[in-house]
Structure formats: structure tokens, C-alpha cells
């Protein structure tokens, strides 16, 4: 019973036990399809944020020089105004991730607060907030994105003209900024509803588990409950819900482009570059084609990535 | 089992140094039922229990499941806020007090559970979840803490390193220490410690129960010890209350409980426990039936009632209240339950 009571001191400090994430990511390691999807999205994302940044002005027009086929000079050729379609597909890729990125972070922000604070709650407050949620969703989304887009754009562009005056930034920046803004504010209003629900049916379960009755009795008030054990047990599906959406939301910033809702011409994104490919589908196919396989590549190694990471953070299906 | 007078158990009932001390403790849940959810009836889970523990003091606890004995317990930690009664630690009435006036308090008694599995934060590694405790009471800096932690899981048998570890990673018997080091944190005086080795393997539970009585010994901490086992709670308890639906029956020192059970509730536990030998067969009936339902007691003694015990009739609509028919001897004043003279037989039916 007196077990291993000497134990030498230095040597503790450099075993470090596994922890959580490092398990999860061992895991994930042995799931071939998510590293390839890992891989494949970090390969995407460099090209989209570092590699564009050497590449021909994506709004360039040479009118002389339309639907050139590729070459050392245009490496995917050019389209219908003779803008170099490689460099148009990277900074389209800029705004479709970025799009994907920041919806989701804004929607597991919102989501997982609301979510722990109707659940953890409950009673009264839970109905009010369930409900609200319900209303939320009931709304058709895409004719709230619609309005707010009419909105905001006028919005927007006042914004960018009172930027560029009063603070001096560059014009076609700022102009590619705020054209997004709105799009932003919309995917984030809505993307959070279902995660909320998500997160407060977690929390009415693990509230009544026996750790939250045993942080109780030590004394930690229940904000701290809450926040230091609730929310992070609530993690796991958390994460994997939200990379999944991230290509949820990447694909409704590509239908609201492709509907003339989203971003607007010049500038690009996926969506934008599968809409402008699709006029020319019988004369010139290569403009849906590799806007569209950069698309579905990304889509395809965001949901793979999401499912491995939905076995590997599955603590007890390994553990036990 | 420092001194000798503590296993008598005559002694300390009646010690000036009282720890806690339980009045007429009632916990009840109300039933809401019907279109408005108004309440329709109330469960008495625990109905008026008295008790105290002095310090170094080991109560154990025993009774069947759902008898009121863990919610007894968490009504004690004020993890529910008992229906009425009172509860005093050291001398401060902690019944109604807020949670966070109860918080510098909760320094002294924790709180062991059942189930270690459930009650350790699978998110946080050992080392959080036994400096936690500090932390809420503001103890030392980081260096100290981690310096104290490293001393309790020495203290409770474990490798130093386990701090590191996430608790999923220890067996059954590890974690419940990982939970005894961690109410041991903030240096108690009293654990409760609700049925600590239920969950454990028989091979496991005497290395926990002897844990807690080197524990007991070296920091002089008293125990409330809930158990639905007799024959794990005579091992380490001083004095014994048997508990029946959300009342105490009979409540003694530990070998007069064994040695002159008066409630037929109690000699029904006795009986029931295991013998090891299987050549000593003892001719006993099982008890038969269930607990009453706690929403609508019997209007008598309850336990008459379930074992339908000749005198039951008697006992309707009498005040059954606990007296002290020896020093130091409780027992519910029923008259259908007790027997008279000592160790007579079983009048179990």
C-alpha cells in the first residue's frame, strides 16, 4: 500500500504524463485520410494567404488577351477580361476560408456561451432562450441574408469611403474589406443556433454528473463551474461540429455569390469565380473546372479533418 | 483506532470537542404534478435525523439504497439545502447559510463520493484536480501547491507523477485516493465520505478502508461514513447509525451495534451479512419486500410495516422518536421493531 513513495524529483518534471490533446492528436495521426486533409488544407491555406501575394494582380484586365490557355505567364490561363485565373482563384480563396474561418468563430463564440448559460440555467431561463433560439431558426435564412445584404451594403460602402478618407488606407483593400463585412455579420448571426443547441443539451447532462456536485461541495461558485468544468467537457463534440461547418459556411458564401448576394465582382471568391465559370461552360469549361476543384478539395479535406477529429478526441471509446 | 474508549463507543457521544452535531435534519423533495405544476406531495428522503461526531470520530452509516443516507450526507455538505432541522459545524450554523458565506467554512469538512470515475473532471490532469481545492480557499502560490500536491499523493499511496496523469489513466482503487488526496487538500477536519469503496473491487475496498484509517490516525480527522454494508462500516466506524427510510433506527458504538442489535431492522442487517465460510449456514429469512415509498410513508413504524411485524398495529399514529435506552444507545421507540431483552431472537418474520 505504501506504493513508490521515493520518487526522484528531477526525473518527474521531465515525464510528463499524456495529456488530452496530445492523445487526440496521436490518434489522429494513425487516421491516414485526416492527415492527407490536414495536409491538403494547410497546403491551401499557404497558397490562399502567402503564396498570392507573388502572383499577378488578380483584378488586372488585358482585354487583349482573353481565355488564354495556361502558360509560363498565366498558369491556369486567363478569363473572360483576361485576369490571370490563378492569382483570381488564390485571393477568391483568401475570402471563401476567411469567410469559413470567422463565421465559424464567431458562431462557436456566441453558440457555446448561449448554449452553457441556457442549459447550465435551466427552468424558466432555458425556456426563453430555447425558445428564441426556435424563432431564430424558424426564419428562412437565406431571405434574412438577402435583407441584410441589401442593408448593409449601402452600409458598407459608405463605411469604406469614410475609411479611405478619413484614415487613408488603401482603396481597392478597404473596398475588399468592408464588400465582406456584411457577409460576415450574417453567416454569424445564424450560424450559432444550432450549435447552441448542441452545447446546452450537453450541459443538461453533464450538470448533473457527479464532478460538477463534487466542485460544489469544494466551493467554486457557479460561473466557475461553469466556465472551468462544464464548457471544456463540452469540447469535444464543440470542435467537431465547428469544422464542419467551417465548410458549411464556406459553401454559403459561395451560393450567396453565386446568387449575386455575397461578394460582388471584382473582387473574387470561389463562389464568385464558379458563377463567372458557368457562363462559359460550353466554350471554355477550364473556368468552372478549376475554381471549382480548389472548391471541392478544400470542402472535402474540411470534413474528413472534422471526422477524424470526431474519433480522435472520443476520449472514452480509447481509453477504456 | 488511537484510543481505546473510541471503539467502545459508549465515550463519545457524549464529547465536549463536537464537531458536528445534526438536529432533527429534514431534507425533502417536493413531487409537483398537474397542469400548473403545483406541489402535489413531498419526498421524505431524509425526515428528522439527529446526530453528532466528535473530533477523530468515525460514524458510520449504514441502511439500504434509498433509505436517505447520500442525500443525508450532501444535505450535511450543503450540497442541498435541507428542508429544516439544523446543522451545526463547530459551533456555526451552516443550515442556511449562503454559498459563498460557506465557502471559507468548506476549508474544514469535505467531501469523498462513490463513484471516483464521475466525480473527477475527466478534462483536468491530477495535479489540477487536487490543487483545485486550494485554489478556491486561496492557498499558497503555484510552487506551494504543486509542492502539496506532490506531499498528498505521496500521503495516499500514489507515484509523484500521477499529477501529471489524467485520471481515466488509474484504476479504481488510484482514483478514489486521487479523491481522497484532493478533499484532503485544504486539510479538513471532517471527511464525508459517501460510500468511498462501493465502487471498488473487494480486493481494492480494504486497501482504501485501511488508507483511511492511517489517514484518520495521522491527521486526526473525523468521518462520516455512508455505506449500505454493515460489514464494511463495523470495520472502521466507532459508532454505527442504521438508517430506514430517512430516519435513524438504532444508533451505537460499533461492537454494542454487533453485539446487542434492539431494532429488527438492524438484526435483519446483521444477518444479511455474508459469512465466508460456507459450512456455517444460518438459518435466516431474507427480508422480504421493499422500502415504503418515502412520498407516502406507512402511517406507523415503517419497517413494522413492510416485515408486517404483530405489533405494528400499536404503532399507528404514535410519535416514533429516537431514545436512549443505555448510554450511549439509541433506538427508535417502536413498538413493534424492539425487542426487550438483549440479543433476543429475531423477531423478523
Known sequence: MMATRTQDAASEEIERGSSLWRDAWLRMGKNKIAIVSLVVFIITCLLCFGFAWFCKDPIQQDLTNKFASPSGEHWLGTDAMGRDLFSRILYGGQISILVGLVATFVAVTIGVTYGAISGFYGGRVDTIMMRIVDTLLSIPFLMVVIVLQAVLSEWSGTTSKWIVEHWGWNKDFTNRATNVLPLFFALGLFGWLTLARIVRAQVLSLKEREFVEAATSLGLSNL??????????????????????????????????????????????????????????????????LPG????????????LGDGLRDALDVRASKD | MSEEDNITGNAPHVNESTLLEVEDLKMHFPVRGGVFSRQVGAVRAVDGVSLSIGRGETLGLVGESGCGKSTL??????????????????????THMWQR?????????????????????????????????????????????RERVAELLDRVGLPRSAAQKF??????????????????????????????????????????????????????????????????????????AVMYLGKIVEMTG???????????????????????????????????????????????????HRVSAPGYEESIGMDISLKEIEPGHWISDCPCCVSVQPAAGIIVS
Not at chain 1, 224 to 231: A, P, S, V
Not at chain 2, 78 to 94: H, Q, Y
Not at chain 2, 271 to 288: C, F, G, K, T, W
Request: charged letters at 20%; a negative charge.
Open chain 2, 167 to 240: 485520471s481515466f489513466e488509474f484504476s479504481g482503487g488510484q482514483r478514489q485516493r486521487i479523491g481522497i488526496a484532493r478533499a484532503l487538500a485544504v486539510n479538513p477536519d471532517l471527511l464525508v465520505l459517501d460510500e468511498p469503496v462501493s465502487a471498488l473491487d473487494v480486493s481494492v475496498q480494504s486497501q482504501v478502508l485501511n488508507l483511511l484509517m492511517e489517514l484518520q490516525r495521522d491527521l486526526g480527522l473525523s468521518y462520516l461514513f455512508i455505506a449500505h454494508d454493515l460489514a464494511v462500516v463495523k470495520h472502521v466506524s466507532d459508532r454505527i
Open chain 2, 101 to 145: 458565506q460557506l465557502r471559507p467554512l468548506r476549508q474544514d469538512f469535505q467531501m469523498v463520493f462513490q463513484d471516483p470515475a464521475e466525480s473527477l473532471d475527466a478534462r483536468m490532469s491530477v495535479g489540477e484536480l487536487v490543487a483545485e481545492p486550494m485554489v478556491i480557499q486561496r492557498m499558497g502560490n503555484r510552487e506551494q501547491r
Open chain 1, 293 to 304: 476543384i480548389f472548391f471541392s478539395l478544400t470542402l472535402f479535406a474540411l470534413n474528413f
Open chain 1, 224 to 289: 466557475r463551474i461553469l466556465f472551468r468544468h462544464i464548457i471544456p467537457n463540452t469540447l469535444g463534440p464543440t470542435v467537431v461540429y465547428a469544422t464542419l461547418t467551417v465548410p458549411g459556411f464556406i459553401m454559403y458564401e459561395a451560393t450567396l455569390s453565386y446568387l449575386g448576394l455575397g461578394v460582388e465582382s471584382p473582387n473574387s471568391s470561389w463562389g464568385i469565380l464558379i458563377k463567372e465559370g458557368a457562363n462559359y461552360l460550353e466554350t471554355n469549361p477550364q473556368l468552372l473546372i
Open chain 2, 73 to 94: 450526507g450532501k444535505a450535511i455538505v450543503r450540497l442541498l439545502n435541507p428542508t429544516g432541522g439544523s446543522v451545526r459545524f463547530k459551533g456555526s450554523d451552516i
Open chain 2, 254 to 304: 460499533a461492537d454494542e451495534l454487533y453485539r446487542n442489535p434492539r431494532h429488527a431492522y438492524t438484526k435483519a442487517l446483521i444477518e444479511a451479512i455474508p459469512v465466508s465460510d460456507p459450512s456455517q449456514r444460518r438459518d435466516h429469512e431474507p427480508l422480504e419486500g421493499e422500502v415504503p415509498s418515502p412520498i407516502n410513508p406507512p402511517p406507523g413504524c415503517a419497517f413494522g
